[in-house]
């Protein structure tokens, strides 16, 4: 059950149905937001009857939420929600591809990257400076010297940056710079680390993990939502299959799924997805026939001399090549390409 | 190793050639085809040296064939496959729809979903008469009945016939009314059913096994085409997943990955591939985006009376709509859908 | 629902109780057992009112069955059944070993074979006449010499024979000879072949599918019995996994699941299970301690040259080692291992 | 490759080896031990020569790893290693049990428990007082008063206490009660906490994540032991199924798999592996017989009240009949229960 305050209800008034709340035999847990205040009970609440909250000063409505989750769920938000990053780049309207090099490597590496992404028509850039990485003895990326670098990237194209953050010390660094911080699909359920991004409030890329199921996503930003941030993108980037013939097993479907259940905006990440060059275009085009708000794709100016993931990365000239294709599939499909910030839409005639 | 004789080699060269393969302690499996025969070896034929071979008349070409499926892939034949059925329908060119409900009912029933499916401009008509149900206790097909009802709906609409074999007897049953005969996924390693319609020589609608690599599938198409019989279309219609919120999952990167590996045609069944009527759509234009040949898609008169599979199954006007987006999607990737049998290509402007 | 009739009730009873299930608008299932005939109804029938069926003459009992398999469950059968192959090898009462190679190869090495599990104590022989192999150019089995070899060992070593049927033509060919008829794990949900056993009314050996839930498992065990064969043994093998480290993903929790939910006795095979020779034996222990009534294991003479699974194969000094850890653990558990038919008990002192 | 330098190796050689790694274009990562110091390679090292290293001064020997993982493999130290917590309980040698509560609910609860599963013979307690759970609004657990509670019941029964940490923060206050740290699944890939654990020395218990493979797993043990800290015992827990009949799928070819793989001890979670309590019985019989080196079990003094994973939870007399069986399983493979602390050993006469 959660209990919507009115907009302009006084802390009093919130402690009162919390104390109710709390007579009741439940844990009231307050979730202060930009319009309102609502208020959740922790525990099985499934035959809470709500009725005497509802009459209470200050309530604006009483919901009972069916599903596990519910500040994230559709039957809490009707509206499909969107999310902006950087000078005007928003997700849940037009498509936003966000691209660029699995892990920043060089000061050359990561502009030459970056301006071809934006020639291109990307929307952002992505890049790695802390890389979650299965071996202690690969290469975990450059660090704060990274963030610089994607800052430098960003003063030169003009692209909002989005960036992975591993832990609770690295998110605040990684928020100093980053537009967007990236969740990855190992860290989807760090609670520690969903806590703290939800309290830095910027906004955030949720990646799925790899034997996550949709419920289990939407729990994982319901925690980024309860600490107070809406501002949460979430991302499809393929789960654990049993054929070795991909990287993982792709799963597109998610992405029509959570639209239906869920207001937030969803994202496709088809070289993760698939792990092989050649599959990245045909699933990049089939994401955006599905109806996703948006691409994650991997670029790198020479992906065989790439230090991460080379054998995923679009050479520059696929990635463009890519973007003619999905304006045109968007097009097909009454939507567009979100231009690169600074520019003019694109003209498709 | 394949060995492809010249077209017009005796038969007495063949056997001189099968006669040395046995002496280099193999066996060889002669495969006669419409233009030429391939003898292919059994056994780990890794190390084998076929130089002797290539010298001996008649030989055309000896082919060292690294996967473990020789005459279905690319290697063997670089060229992409056609297959037609009935009356002029062709997968491997412009996109084939197959359409109808998942059980023949009732004539009744079967009339007005082919009439419904002809009207919205499918290419053919899909129904079961025989039914591989998990339950003993569960419908199980109207059996013959069902395929004289198919035979029907075809003459009223001119709409080909795709329709399920389960065993070697009804192989031969199905394959005297049905143009296209389709072999379900729990029958993908049915072997003996394999070379029963390898034998048959009608075209063949291979599904996906659950639990199936992509190299398996290739391998089951194999047992078809080492039979003699090249008509055959391999279908992805979703593996087994953990996330029970769909009833399969739909790998639809096994698309791209099929057509990179083999010659033969790929079409997609998003509605077993999904489950969920709501995401039969998004997935559909999603597999055409991704490069398929084709589609198959339950729809039904009145699904929520449908024997079998009614969650999954479009409603005829859903359909229709889809067929308007799946259209726009094809031509933006400089595709057309295949027109209905005997009716004029659809004007898009 | 269920309506099992009297013992002795005569036909014009049973035809009165499917008379009156038709009027009620299902369709009656006539299945007759030694003992007493049910009938069951098809359709969804959760809602169905038995009381008037229940006072019908010649009903003994109307059940509901809540779960979708009737008479493989526990529901409809409280207690444990046991099988009985050739010479007195019971299956649900003491542990049964059924050990030999995967494929019968020629008369040297299945008698070689045979004597070796023999002299171990193995219970019973396995060894396939006809093997489903992936490939189409794989070893397929000797077919009708490899039963004449299994009938040969039988005679040379008293152990009765469990061998695989692929097809219904096939399945009559091994009925003759085998004592226990095996359906491989890709052919679990071929119908058709699940019938004819059932109608053949030998033992059968079920193997489950590499994706099918128990639930599916319980429901091709019931196609057999609906046909009135109750002589039917469970097997776990193993599912497909996503860690390439084994050849399946052995799921032994399969093993107390199903004891929990059927009658049927179950076994495990912990060679196709696992797919690697050092993990069979403890993987063998395991499923004993798990509750298993039996193993079916593979050994050959000389793994190194087996025409198929050598790699999983136990040299035979391995399994002899294997069984007498087996036979400590059974003892530790208050069970014994079945000896070899025609043998005295094996002395533990 | 790994560079084992001698005992007594001064940091100048140390140093200079490190130095001559980089002029080879690799970077070196010194791992100093207690008996020695170890450097090994970042960057993928296949191919390097290190016979002029392997003359160097101080260098005892070079090591060419084939695996991914290193420090963690069989081939860098092929004698078993054994860890041992509080007072005197070891893993590695005879079976280790630990059991408790999910999480610590009251004082009542946790020494109730304490108490009943000391009586059955566990050797160490387990329960969470931070938990990580799927949604924000489910018990969270008792924080800093849960690991009160656990020192004081320790101090009751002398059991040395498991509890789990989920952050780096969490981790050092863990340190200051816990005798061993859990890593739970969904942390296996928190590489910035293992990372933390390894600085921290404790003994840890590392468990594997839903869809991680055995590579996977030793990786992330491997990053402990890369920070210097060899105390760590790996758990198998059940991976992510396809069948919603248990709640995980109980790997328990993990077990001999990764003794054959690694050094390091290995324990078995059939609670959370199955997560069914009539399941847990048979099947940590079962890792007993696989040859696990100890057991992690759910035991709640009234598991139908439990805040957490009550439908897994043993009753403590359920506990204390498991643990008769499992002396007896493991005394006929020829090893011993750990006897609780304190207590002389069960005389099983």
């Known amino acids: 059950m ?16 919390c104390s109710a709340i709390t007579e009741m035999g439940y844990t009231p847990v307050p979730m202060p937001g930009e319009q309102r205040t609502a ?22 409505q009483v919901i009972y939420v069916t599903k596990p989750f519910k500040q994230v769920s559709r039957e809490w938000k009707a509206e499909s929600t969107t999310v902006t990053i950087g000078p005007g780049v928003t997700f849940g309207r037009d498509l936003v591809v966000i691209a660029g090099p699995c892990s920043v490597e060089s000061e050359q590496q990561i502009l030459t990257a970056a301006r071809a992404v934006r020639a291109a028509g990307a929307s952002a850039l992505r890049g790695g400076a802390y890389k979650p990485r299965s071996s202690p003895y ?36 990684v928020a100093e710079v980053a537009d967007m911080i990236q969740v990855g699909a190992r860290n989807m359920q760090n609670y520690s680390l969903l806590r703290t991004l ?23 930003a319901e925690y980024i939502l309860a600490e107070g941030n809406p501002h949460v993108v979430l991302c499809e980037r393929g789960v654990r299959g049993f054929d070795a013939a991909t990287r993982n097993l792709f799963d597109l479907t998610a992405v029509p799924l ?14 993760h997805g698939t792990g092989v060059r050649s599959l990245v275009a045909p699933m990049a085009r089939a994401a955006v026939a599905a109806g996703a708000d948006g691409l994650i794709i991997e670029v790198h100016p020479t992906p065989e001399r ?34 690169s910030p600074g520019t003019a839409p694109v003209d498709l005639g």
């Open 2 to 17: 959660l209990v919507v305050m009115q907009h302009g209800a006084t802390q009093a008034q919130i402690d009162a149905v």
């Open 39 to 60: 208020i959740g009970l922790v525990g099985n609440d499934r035959e809470v009857d709500g009725t005497g909250i509802g009459g209470m000063a200050g309530v604006a």
């Open 138 to 173: 690969s290469f975990q990326g450059l660090g704060a010297d990274g963030l610089k670098l994607l800052a430098l990237a960003r003063r030169e194209t003009g692209l909002p940056i989005v960036t992975e953050a591993m832990d609770d010390e690295g998110a605040q660094r």
């Open 198 to 220: 939800g309290r830095l409030g910027k906004p955030v890329l949720l990646k799925r993990g790899m034997a996550a199921t949709i419920t289990d996503l939407l729990l994982s």
């Open 258 to 271: 959570i639209k239906g259940m869920s207001h937030l905006p969803v994202v496709a990440d088809p070289s």
């Open 306 to 339: 790439a230090l991460s993931d080379g054998a995923q990365s679009l050479f520059p000239e696929q990635f463009s090549a890519l973007m003619a294709e999905l304006r045109k599939v968007a097009e097909a499909l009454g939507r567009a390409v979100t231009p």
